[in-house]
């Protein structure tokens, strides 16, 4: 009932599993426009004009919540940026009371990053704003995903048929996730590296192929979705030390030299520059970390558009306050 | 006049050729040309906008600065319109500041599409004059605009819908009424 102008998008942006192609493809063509935005004098379009947007962000996050802004502001919102330390959150407030307070001051949508898995899909059933994904927990970062998929799309020219390889830190990784049902429903083939212990276990069943050496993961792939080696796992023990891990599976310009092909390098940042990724390699021509960062913006844009946008029986909703 | 299914015809091919030469001698005759750029408005204004910077360029002897703008996101009825169209390009390849700009579109309506025109052609500079340029104008404004250069002037009722039709998408060029049950969208 709530459909907004792309089929099979609906009120929220939660995750990519179960989006068709289809949809995934028209959020894509959407963000191509908004990029020249971003290139203007004036980066402002009033499209939004009169919206309000809180940015509820209850784990740290400095990439996403910034671009999550400038996307908001380049289209004309007002924003309110929550972070869990300095709010009520720390007070004991929970999660759905936070939302009801907000609701209360009539706020159009919600970008709500949380570290439990399922918290953004609790927040979307319980309030009648549009609900944006940006990470929760080892779930899903849809918004991630997408700009992935954007910028894959403009280096090589299409998503179908292309080989993926996520790389690193599978087990806990919500980008990993969004990123194998975005590509798989886009036509891709995604393939995973990374230590044995950071691995799904099961993993094949959802159509991805493992590849335990890193060298023959970059003969396979035509692209590298190289994911940051959060630091705190080693200490909980699934890698023996960084030195190791580089050692292994740090994706490095001589690796790379031994490609067939121009290996197209992604992260989704921030990164570590000589554990999971060589400064060469990101630094060099088969990087397209920046093109990234430039997409998210875009991607973000895009998606807010299209979630705000012909909908005017929840506009009404809203105006009731009801929930 | 008009049927209410049978499309009626008020430009030929020749016809709109003939009316591009008269709005191209208007620009021409109506202000400097050497800072001039034409701007159409998506979708066929771009291809007006593209005839007439030939046609004006022939009689200054030389090239003439066009864009394209897409008013999707300057919009007044966002929100109220059941489902959205695709956003098209906005291509302004100059610096408007300063210049002459003319806004070229197909047919004016409402004026709602130029009053969005404006507000993103303000977004891109100030230029020092900005005109309007229309192959139609078939009444029923709805805001204080009107065109600085008419091709022709048709009251249309209400429900009709005036379709120009160019041969980059329609395989044609003419200007026809379609009657209420054909309506195409604005």
Redesign the interface.
């Known amino acids: 009932m709530r459909e907004a102008g792309v089929p099979g998008l609906g009120k929220d942006l939660i995750g990519l599993e179960g989006l068709a192609g289809e949809t995934i493809r028209a959020i894509l063509d959407t963000a191509e426009p908004f990029k020249e935005i971003s290139e203007r004098q004036i980066k402002k379009v009033p499209v939004l004009r009169g919206k309000t947007i809180v940015n509820l962000f209850f784990e740290p996050s400095t990439r996403t919540r910034i671009s999550f802004e400038f996307a908001e502001k380049r289209l004309g919102a007002d924003t309110v940026n929550i972070s869990s330390s300095g709010s009520s959150v720390v007070k004991g407030e929970t999660l759905v009371d936070t939302a009801r307070n907000l609701e209360a001051m009539r706020i159009d949508m919600v970008v709500i990053r949380h570290g439990s898995s399922g918290a953004a899909k609790f927040l979307a059933d319980r309030i009648p704003s549009n609900v944006i994904n940006g990470g929760d927990g080892r779930h899903e970062h849809p918004t991630q995903a997408l700009l992935d998929m954007l910028t894959l799309r403009d280096r090589l020219g299409r998503i179908d048929g292309l080989r993926v390889c996520i790389v690193g830190d599978i087990v806990h990784s919500r980008v990993a996730r969004s990123n194998i049902f975005g590509l798989q429903a886009m036509g891709a083939e995604v393939a995973v590296c990374g230590p044995r212990s950071l691995i799904p276990l099961g993993i094949e069943a959802l159509g991805v192929s493992v590849f335990p050496h890193i060298e023959d993961a970059i003969e396979w792939a035509d692209a590298l979705n190289v994911l940051r080696l959060q630091l705190e796992r080693m200490d909980a023990g699934f890698v023996p030390s960084l030195r190791e891990y580089n050692r292994v599976f740090g994706v490095s310009n001589a690796r790379l030299a031994r490609a067939p092909r121009e290996t197209v390098v992604l992260h989704p940042g921030p990164m570590n520059r000589g554990v999971e990724i060589d400064s060469d390699v990101a630094d060099g021509p088969q990087s397209v970390i920046l093109p990234q960062v430039t997409n998210g913006v875009a991607v973000r844009m895009a998606v807010l558009y299209l979630l705000a946008g012909g909908r005017p029986e929840l506009a009404e909703d809203a105006k009731r306050g009801s929930s | 006049m008009t049927r209410e299914t049978e499309p009626h015809v008020l430009l030929d091919a020749a016809g709109v050729e003939e009316t591009l030469a008269q709005l191209a001698d208007g620009i021409v005759s109506g202000g400097s040309t050497h800072d001039l750029v034409l701007i159409g408005i998506r979708r066929r204004g771009v291809e007006l906008a593209e005839r007439l910077s030939v046609l004006v360029g022939d009689r200054v002897g030389g090239p003439v600065a066009t864009g394209s703008l897409?008013i999707?996101?300057?919009?007044d009825d966002?929100?109220?319109?059941?489902?959205?169209p695709?956003?098209?390009?906005?291509?302004i390849p100059v610096d408007v500041t300063g210049r002459r700009v003319v806004i070229v579109d197909d047919v004016l309506y409402t004026g709602r599409t130029i009053r969005a025109a404006l507000?993103?052609i303000s977004?891109?500079?100030r230029p020092s004059r900005i005109e309007l340029c229309v192959l139609v104008d078939r009444g029923g404004r709805e805001l204080p605009i009107q065109a600085d250069y008419v091709g022709l002037s048709q009251l249309v009722a209400d429900g009709e819908h005036v379709e120009v039709r160019v041969p980059e998408q329609d395989d044609e060029f003419c200007v026809r009424v379609v009657g209420a049950d054909r309506t195409g969208i604005e």
Do not use: A, V
Not at chain 2, 86 to 91: D, F, S
């Open positions: 897409d999707t996101l300057y919009r966002f929100g109220q319109i059941g489902s959205m695709l956003i098209g390009r906005t291509e507000n993103e977004d891109f500079g």
